[in-house]
């Protein structure tokens, strides 16, 4: 079998590194940019090397490329409202929804003891510090829901709880669309306690 030029093997293999992309995904990726003209290579290489200009936000913590972020220097937005994500893809998420006009804080994971994560290794003293200093009147926490999302979130119930902020849990529960013929009996347990009143 031919071996590639050096070049090639070496994209292949950092393109393998990459989430989701195997071997072969690499190869195809590769193959359809020595297919089409240099400059589509090029726009590439230029958009990965503007990425290291990318940083956390000095206020939340989500991705910046000047000192805060869109959001936190958007004066359209409710001050008063903060939404506790683990990481910032998941305020893309709730963005795309257009469901949340508050403002956000990213804690950079969750706590988990058996992983060495504690809340030191997280951004909770800034969220504290955001509550007194930014006079925000409720946290919602948005962890997932797993045990190690549910126990960082009562954790920040109990923290913040001094500061006399409301701190309020994201209902989880039956995915839109789905049965609940399919649905096991902890989510329909969520789905019951996070329910909201209908106005008829």
């Known amino acids: 079998m031919p071996s ?7 994209l292949i293999h950092e393109l393998t590194r990459l989430p989701g992309i195997g ?25 990965l090397e503007q990425l290291q200009s990318i940083h956390p936000c ?9 000192a805060r972020c869109s959001i ?11 939404c506790v994500v683990e990481r910032p893809p998941d305020i893309l998420a709730f963005e795309q929804s257009a469901a949340f006009r508050g403002r956000y804080h990213v804690l950079g994971g969750t706590l988990s003891p058996l992983h060495g994560v504690t809340p030191e290794e997280l951004n909770i003293d800034k969220l504290e510090r955001r509550v007194r200093d930014e006079e925000i009147k409720e946290v919602i926490v948005a962890t997932s829901p797993t ?10 119930a109990r923290r913040l709880a ?11 529960g039956v995915p839109l669309g789905a049965s609940l013929g399919y649905a096991d009996a902890g989510t329909l347990k969520l789905a019951l306690e996070g329910r909201r009143r209908l106005e008829g």
């Open 4 to 10: 590639l030029p050096a070049t090639i093997e070496s």
């Open 23 to 47: 071997r072969r995904g690499a190869e195809r990726i590769v193959t359809f940019l020595l297919d089409h003209p240099p400059e589509q290579a090029g726009a590439l290489a230029k958009a």
């Open 58 to 66: 000095e206020n939340c913590g989500n991705w910046a490329e000047s």
């Open 72 to 82: 936190c220097e958007d004066p359209r937005r409710d001050a008063h409202q903060v």
């Open 147 to 156: 045990v190690e999302g549910d126990a960082t979130a009562l954790y920040l």
């Open 162 to 172: 001094p500061l006399g902020v409301e701190v309020a849990r994201i209902g989880v």
